[in-house]
T-cell receptor
Framework: QKEVEQNSGPLSVPEGAIASLNCTYS??????FFWYRQYSGKSPELIMS????GDKEDGRFTAQLNKASQYVSLLIRDSQPSDSATYLC????????????FGRGTSLIVHP | DTGVSQDPRHKITKRGQNVTFRCDPI?????LYWYRQTLGQGPEFLTY????????KSRLLSDRFSAERPKGSFSTLEIQRTEQGDSAMYLC?????????????FGNGTRLTVT
């Protein structure tokens, strides 16, 4: 059973702070890693993808990948109330089918 | 790119009835996925197609569930003899290639309520 683990939260941060969201995965052969944002009642939307160890930055978002530790994280700088949502980590399995497995998501609350 | 389209947005049905959902993927995408999501959980994989071929089904998928993708275009997901436990958001997603680097693009989902 390939698993993706996330703390369900909620993670509460003040406006302007850095929010740090974490994800661990069980399949050592996993190859692609994605962060999705999901507002209440809406469908997931892609924020970031990362495939190699290290950091990848896109605007206020930074994804970090450490394959040795089987750990991927998402940092949100200068958090805004509009960032309040559930953040889903998705990991693409090894073995050829490349079907993303999702974590349960972390609820982020950014308070003014 | 008109995005992934799902129909209906909401469906309320009585236990024991059959329901069918439709998904129209992004036109150039050859992979189509169905996921199910319940409150407080992440999307759970159900099945996926590459073109018209259904390549994998979740072991958790009951035989009351069937999916088709005729001609590799739109897809339908049918649930027969619905049960209250089938109540969930059913998400369709598509991707452009079968490589490891292809993110999923989701539709707005169909919310099913079984009474």
């Amino acid at each position: 059973q390939k698993e993706v683990e996330q703390n369900s939260g909620p993670l509460s941060v003040p406006e302007g702070a850095i929010a740090s969201l974490n994800c661990t995965y069980s399949d050592r052969g996993s190859q692609s890693f994605f962060w999705y944002r999901q507002y209440s009642g809406k469908s997931p939307e892609l924020i970031m993808s990362i495939y190699s160890n290290g950091d990848k930055e896109d605007g206020r978002f930074t994804a970090q990948l450490n394959k040795a530790s089987q750990y991927v994280s998402l940092l949100i700088r200068d958090s805004q109330p509009s960032d309040s949502a559930t953040y889903l980590c998705a990991v693409t399995s090894s073995g050829g089918s490349y079907i993303p497995t999702f974590g349960r998501g972390t609820s982020l609350i950014v308070h003014p | 790119d008109t995005g992934v389209s799902q129909d209906p947005r909401h469906k309320i049905t009585k236990r024991g009835q059959n329901v069918t959902f439709r998904c129209d993927p992004i036109s150039e995408h050859n992979r189509l996925y169905w996921y199910r999501q319940t409150l407080g959980q992440g999307p759970e994989f159900l099945t996926y197609f590459q073109n018209e071929a259904q390549l994998e089904k979740s072991r958790l998928l009951s035989d009351r569930f069937s999916a088709e993708r005729p001609k590799g275009s739109f897809s339908t997901l049918e649930i027969q003899r619905t049960e209250q436990g089938d109540s969930a958001m059913y998400l369709c997603a598509s991707s452009s290639t079968g490589t490891r680097n292809s993110p999923l693009h989701f539709g707005n989902g169909t919310r099913l309520t079984v009474t």
